[in-house]
């Protein structure tokens, strides 16, 4: 079924939600889902509505002009998504093929809804993974002297490829911030620790040191101050004193793979909003 | 802040929103939290909306008048509840002190919402934590013989009482028709298995013998159908071959104190509704 | 590093572990690791060690003559392994491949000390997964009619590829008993619950019915009762409401995935012993 | 049942384990638990027996002159506790009780295994719960000025009721260093994070500004290095954009008694040893 998916956050207001419940049933919308914030100690508000588009009698060229009226009398931040445009995902990879292949094989099985167009890697290691599923590979091995050559080769490809969504599956380059600014809260990483834990390089190594009885991974919207972005999922696991560093490595890709599917998932059903950098999630 | 909360189940229809939120706003509502659920499959529609009654020009009185004319014409099942009226809660024990103590130090810290009038139990022992806490302490020795007197007094008890809720904390006697139908819907039990495993008495043995390795507590409203009525909180946690049925035993009064209290709290906060024997929470 | 791994379950007796330990130390074994467990109800003994190879003076020909006296004395059952020797496996898997993908994914990552030697399937839509990861697809359909024949064919080719472990990866046919006999606690199974619960066809679908608040998979050694095998391993993920029996059973994938991935890595480690229908894990 | 403990650490060296065993062995121990852990990469070898104490003929008086030949002889750390010595425990607390009341119903329950002799307190809030529980209540306002001569009467009576361990729930005094250098290894903390993110104070406010998705606890023994000793046992729950500062203090409190419970019992129980800042739980 196609959906239409309205997305607002605007101060808190009386009246806010009987103006937006009787605007999409007087154009015929069959609400499917509703979900809505209060942050009532920063007074604001935050809705997530996804209605059937059958039977809704407001197109696309139409729906911005009638809505705007709306949108401007309570100071709305807004945008309208539709099921029916799959995003365009790139996905950035580096020797450690698991989340990738978690997030390929969850796509080929329906639960990512989007066209994965391309696998950028510095590595070449995932070349016949991605001939399997049939995805354009682009293999740029990065130095330091070429970084920022290889960074304009790559913003060029994504512009051409009207890319939508950077997902950095273990990427282990970091971002000039020319590059995360083309792509504002559009590029999802996956950080290996329980954010704020452990930033930075080796966070299994730093978790080893410390004996920590838990391990975790943090997927995030990409900032440019370095694992300090909007944190989208978190998910943690057991370990003991037996866990020597290669074992947290080895069970972390599965809280890796788990923290950065849902991210990337709950991004392509328009289900995250933004305040104060951090997340609101509508799952 | 008082606050009112409206909760409403009905076929889906169009326009059901906006005309809820319209009717609110118009008596001045400032909605606070707001969630609904759309059953698609079934073609129902479930609400919880709560707002501040700090402005709200519709005194209790009249609003059920004013809203009916919408309630029928959605064909709407609801209710209005004040968060100001603090619900009576009876808790039923038995020897088992531990959701018992829980109960009354969540109560003590505020986290349940609620007025704790009495503690019924057919054994003697939690007496004096009920004089701690300085709550009535009923002690009903229940036996074959005696069991349908004891419940008319404790029936005559609950009424004089107007006891709202019934917490089965651990009580390990089996409630007869006509008590349960003295209290639909508000009667809580937790029965100490992740159900429906293990459904009957001696569960954690059961869960040894069979050597599973998670175990779990449910809480539920009580049915005349044993341990088959709607579930309302779920949980687990981990146990291994080194776990003896003793241990288990133990182990296990952490998961029933959690999904005993979390239920309770829920059904004081009105976050509850129902349909097909299968509860919708609002949490 | 090679490694020895010795297995013995017995009646506990004073002295075992002084004699076990003093028998590994006389042939110069360097322990890594020593699990052992005391069920003191029943009065059983169980034990994993696994030593360093280098430096141990008794060769495979000759461990079981020296250490049989031993044995003997304290009524063992007991294996040695050798880390050198990977099991050969043959993976069965049907219209699903979820399971299957994470196998093989594990595998390359070097997260399983096995062989693939075989895929099984009663579809052939695996078949280009297999040739990616080159490994024999079998395909054979099956219906009432052949099915006898078919676990021929099946039984002749384990056989023939001298295979070790059958996993059943969401395989959708029940092996008969004469198929169970040939590969007895060698058949790892998962199921789509937690068991006891739900046992039977479509668990997914009963556990909507039933409106459970945490959803399971099991994964257990096969016998002729099913879904009554020893449970090896089992994990839930939070469910509510909003998840309708489609996303039950996405979700469940995951748990699925974690449940038979675990086992099969416990198995082909050899850190799984049993009695009374139950395992005992040494993780 | 009457039990003796061995703890061991010591450089890993072959016929460790034979030795030890076969020590128990001729003083006719008859081992309830025996679990051991090496750290291949720092070569050391950790190790926690019990065992029955009927038919042991070694008596306690002797056991130090057996024992210590072998000890020597293979560097050991060692120690041997008797399970009919119960630990005298001190709790402090300060205004929240919630970690207070968790153990002590705890302790009447049976989990754990100590004598609560005293309950400290800079506030006087506490009082009726101890007198309910019998335990005798230290009040002793701190400030800037007496901070000094409090830990002097404090030091004084933990001497004169022999305490063994000292629990710190809650309680929101930092103590000197000439307070943690008389307990060292024997005062157990719980830290509302997940150490080592949100160290300091008020850490459910910095958790709340970061976003993060699940908030924690952790118990860990106290050095001078505030929030830096090892680490004991962590916990975490999930949390959404819904809960605000008061929600995480309030659902944080679970997490809190989890993770400080659980390390007082791991304590009381002989089950930890230490390398290198970090612990060795044998649970």
Redesign the interface.
């Known amino acids: 079924m196609e959906t239409g998916i309205l997305l607002i956050d605007c101060p808190d207001r009386?009246?806010l939600?009987?103006s937006?419940?009787?605007f999409?049933?007087q154009h015929?919308?069959?609400?499917?889902?509703?979900?809505?914030?209060?942050?009532?100690?920063v007074g604001m508000f935050?809705m997530r509505i996804e209605w059937s588009l059958d039977g809704f009698h407001l197109d696309r060229a139409s729906f911005s002009g009638e809505f705007e009226p709306i949108a401007r009398s309570f100071q709305m931040n807004w945008r309208v998504e539709y099921s029916a445009d799959r995003p365009r995902v790139a996905i950035f990879a580096s020797l450690y093929?698991?989340c990738l292949?978690d997030l390929l094989?969850r796509h080929q099985?329906g639960?990512l809804p989007c066209e994965i167009s391309l696998i950028v890697s510095n590595h070449n290691n995932c070349q016949?993974l991605a001939q399997?599923y049939k995805i354009s590979y682009l293999y740029f091995p990065v130095n330091a002297s070429n970084k920022a050559e290889v960074e304009d080769r790559e913003l060029g490809l994504l512009a051409e490829n009207r890319i939508d969504l950077v997902v950095l599956a273990r990427y282990m380059q970091v971002l000039s911030p020319r590059f995360v600014a083309e792509y504002p809260r559009r590029i999802i990483n996956v950080h290996h620790s329980?954010?704020?834990?452990?930033t930075g390089a080796r966070p299994y190594h730093a978790a080893f040191e410390?004996?920590?009885?838990?391990i975790?991974a943090t997927s995030h919207y990409v900032t440019n101050d370095l694992d300090e972005g909007?944190?989208?999922?978190?998910?943690?696991l057991r370990v003991?004193?037996?866990d020597?560093v290669t074992d947290l490595i080895?069970k972390g890709?599965?809280v890796e793979r788990?923290a950065l599917s849902r991210a990337v998932r709950w991004h392509l059903e328009h289900r995250i909003l933004f305040y104060?950098?951090?997340?609101?999630?509508f799952d």
Request: net charge negative; no cysteine; aromatic share 8%.
């Open positions: 009386r009246g939600v009987a937006i419940a009787q999409l049933y015929g919308a069959n609400i499917l889902h509703a979900d809505q914030h209060q942050d009532n100690e935050f093929q698991h292949i094989h099985a639960e016949p399997f329980f954010l704020p834990a452990f410390r004996g920590v009885k838990l975790g909007p944190i989208i999922e978190q998910d943690v003991s004193h037996r020597q080895q890709r599965d788990a104060a950098n951090k997340t609101v999630i």
